[in-house]
């Protein structure tokens, strides 16, 4: 059934034929958990979902922040040393940073440099105990100015900061990656991180677990995008357990920015559990848990509207 207003289409997680949605309040009654997209007013729609307060990095990259852990050997780390040596400009300007910087528990700071022909292309580093043994890595995107961009992995080493592990640099200039998210798609202690390879010409989703040292790839799919060109904006993915089995959803939008597709992990790796079509791109996109256990997605569009999408 067809109401007044935007028409969207929603393909279920087990792939019923396409129905449509308006923009007011739809429900689809032929799938086993529909999905429910509402356009939100002016009043509804929040000024800012999902910012983050976090700590800007003086005198660092523009609008690059300083990460934060509450626990383990590394509490804190961020990116310095702004650099134009890398004229891609992935997110709007050619200043990418040089250095990583890291304060470790006991309050001491230790810095590391990259050489000349690299740059982290990056805004804010991540801290995360990827494989459960209660050190912190920091996940980062390190790009060679002839190669393109890779997964990067730093941490402690005999009182040292340094490189961990790496996937690996794409392979050409001007390639980029954007990390989608780190958290345990597999269920478990081990956290994956997913991330999105050329992100504007065709994105291809993986997965990468740390295990002995090295990262290893857990799946992959193709189809994604999480990031718009030239925009600063970095976070277009949302992790979430929307079913409670203890293994983490992904949702990410398609390489058109125009679907939000929930990508889970099963056996035999990534699956889509569901594709919601939206009128326009999405540019901003968040979770927000509701009443019990429900989640609601506020997805923001390239022409102005707010949708929250919930089950």
């Keep these: 059934m067809v109401k007044l207003g935007t028409i969207c289409r929603l393909v279920s997680k087990r792939l019923l034929p396409a129905v449509f949605l308006s923009a007011a309040l739809f429900q689809i009654p032929l799938a086993e958990e529909p999905w429910v997209v509402e356009k939100l007013d002016g009043a509804e729609a929040p000024a800012d979902p999902g910012s983050q307060i976090l700590q ?25 040393d702004p650099t134009r040596r890398y004229g891609h400009g992935i997110l709007g300007d050619a200043i990418e940073a040089g250095a990583l910087h890291i304060e470790i528990s006991n ?3 230790l810095s590391l440099q990259l050489p000349e022909t690299e740059v982290f292309e990056d805004r804010t580093p991540r801290l995360v105990d990827l494989d ?6 920091i996940v980062t995107i390190r790009s060679s100015v002839s190669k393109g961009a890779s997964v990067t992995i730093y941490g402690l080493e005999n009182g040292a900061l340094v490189q961990r592990a790496t ?20 269920g478990g202690q081990e ?26 790839r857990t799946g ?22 929307i079913d409670g089995d203890m293994r983490m959803e992904l949702a990410v939008p398609s390489d ?39 989640i609601n997605f506020i997805v923001l569009l390239d022409d102005g509207q707010t949708y929250r999408i919930r089950r």
């Excluded at 992959?220 to 357990?241: P, W, Y």
């Design 167 to 186: 996937n690996g640099f794409i392979g050409r200039s001007n390639r980029w990656l954007n990390i989608a998210g780190i958290a345990s798609f597999a």
């Design 132 to 137: 459960g043994d209660g050190a912190i890595e």
């Design 56 to 80: 800007k990095v003086p005198g660092g990259l523009p609008d690059g922040y300083i990460a934060e852990h509450p626990e383990g050997d590394i509490v804190k780390a961020w990116y310095g």
């Design 220 to 241: 992959a799919m193709q189809g994604f995008s999480n990031h718009a060109i030239g925009t600063r904006e970095m976070q277009l993915s949302a992790v979430v357990d």
């Design 107 to 109: 309050g001491k700071q």
């Design 191 to 216: 956290q994956q991180i997913a991330y999105v390879e050329t992100p504007h010409i065709g994105g291809t989703l993986y997965f990468y677990a740390f295990r002995n040292g090295s990262l290893v």
């Design 256 to 294: 058109n920015r125009q679907s939000l597709r929930i990508i889970g992990t099963g056996q035999n790796g990534p699956y889509e559990q569901a594709s919601i079509m939206l009128p326009a791109r999405i540019s901003k996109l968040f979770a927000r848990r509701g009443q019990g256990s429900d």
